[in-house]
């Protein structure tokens, strides 16, 4: 099975940044994509962006295009989630997950951290 753990949650004013980490264990990224998700309280589930182990590729969606980058540490086998120019409108707890490239299902999940973006 693989376990994901997220780390780098914390409380930032508006216009800062914050850079969350996303590390798996028991397996490597090989094979898989990785997403970012968030969930405001009473609020569905918001997909944020996904990067490709392989090649790196990424896609965001459009309320964090340019403000936010994801990035792949070889290295390291974690997946970072840069948020730049934070919003009160990006407070959420943030999730990342994984897939494998043969699926369209996200089927692992983290436990997930809170971002507070205070005005």
């Known amino acids: 099975q693989v376990q994901l753990v997220e780390s780098g949650g914390g409380s930032v004013q508006a216009g800062g940044s914050l850079r969350l980490s996303c590390a798996a264990s028991?397996?490597?990224?090989?094979?898989?994509?990785v997403g970012w998700f968030r969930q405001a309280p009473g609020k569905e589930r918001e997909f944020v962006g996904a990067l490709s182990w392989s090649g790196g590729s990424t896609y965001y969606a459009d309320s964090v295009k340019g403000r936010f980058t994801i990035s792949r540490d070889v290295a390291k086998n974690t997946v970072a989630l840069q948020m730049n120019s934070l919003k009160p409108e990006d407070t959420a707890l943030y999730y990342c997950?994984?897939?494998?490239?043969?699926?369209?299902?996200?089927?692992?999940w983290g436990q997930g951290t809170q971002i507070t973006v205070s005005s």
């Open positions: 028991g397996r490597t990224f090989s094979g898989y994509a």
């Open positions: 997950a994984a897939r494998r490239l043969t699926t369209n299902e996200w089927e692992y």
